[in-house]
């Protein structure tokens, strides 16, 4: 029989923290959806059809956190959470005229659909979008 080495009181905690923190990590990881840094969609909000650029931070925390970027050439600002809902607005000129959104990322950030609001307006109106550049685990 062979001489084994005879497991440490660190080695053995290390084996005992690592299996309670594992299960603990890994929910927390895997429900973000990963947006990366810089990421460019094909977006139709009610009919008008053109491009999304989102620009965020890269490593999501567990809560919110900030974006921006383009839609249909206009600045956008808002916020991106953990749990895949995202919010922006779009500057058109005057809050008059600027466009809320609100929606979800799907699908392991290859798609995105919600509701936005012009202005004061409570007539909510529908959008769509799909990531130019999907995640390599989800590319055909």
Known sequence: MENLK????????TWIFGCLLIPIAI???????????TTVWY???N?????????APGVFSTTCDPIEGKI?????????CSS??????????SPDNDQTYTGGIANGAVSMTGTFTVGK???KFHFHATNRNPPPSFRP
């Open 43 to 45: 977006v139709d909000a």
């Open 121 to 123: 307006n409570p007539k």
């Open 84 to 93: 895949g809902q995202i919010t922006f607005v779009r500057r058109v000129g």
């Open 47 to 55: 009919g008008f059809k053109g491009e999304l650029v989102i620009k």
């Open 27 to 37: 929910p927390i990881f895997a429900q973000a959806q990963d947006i990366h840094n």
């Open 6 to 13: 005879r497991p440490t009181y660190i080695d053995m905690l």
């Open 72 to 80: 249909f050439g206009n600045p956008i600002e808002g916020k991106y």
